[in-house]
């Protein structure tokens, strides 16, 4: 018998537990963990502080917005509470792309604004 197994004690069952959970959660929760492990429970935006009690109020922001973007180190995500997750959403489909986040993709170039016929659709028709 040359190898004798390491009788786990508790500190690495929680690990390996944890270890399972992680890959049982990884598509869909694993970027979170991972973010809160990373970065101080606060939000972002209005730098609300979370404690265990409230940190399901605490979401996961994805800064390019392609959940399928989680490097390891984190840059890609940023901790925003309900309503800052919110308004951060709100304000990018409000928003017509500004320059800054025309870059990767190749959007159909915007040859009219698409607020143009905006005016149209307000104005009284008389
Ligand atoms: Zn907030
Ligand atoms: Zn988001």
């Excluded at 009690?53 to 399928?68: K, P």
């Excluded at 009219?112 to 009284?124: I, M, Q, R």
């Amino acid at each position: 018998m040359p190898s004798k197994k390491p009788t786990p004690n508790s500190d690495k069952l929680d690990q390996i537990v944890a270890a399972a959970r992680r890959e049982r959660d990884q598509r869909e929760l694993g970027y979170r963990e991972q973010a809160l492990k990373l970065y101080p429970w606060i939000c972002g935006r209005c730098s609300r502080e979370f404690t265990r009690a409230n940190l399901h109020e605490l979401t996961v922001h994805h800064r390019d917005h392609n959940h399928d973007n989680n490097p390891p180190d984190g840059s890609n995500w940023e901790l925003l509470c309900l309503y800052c997750h919110d308004n951060e959403h709100a304000r990018y489909l409000d928003e017509p792309v500004s320059g800054a986040a025309a870059g990767g993709k190749s959007e159909p170039a915007a040859t009219h604004s698409p607020f143009a016929n905006l005016k149209d659709l307000l104005k009284p028709r008389s």
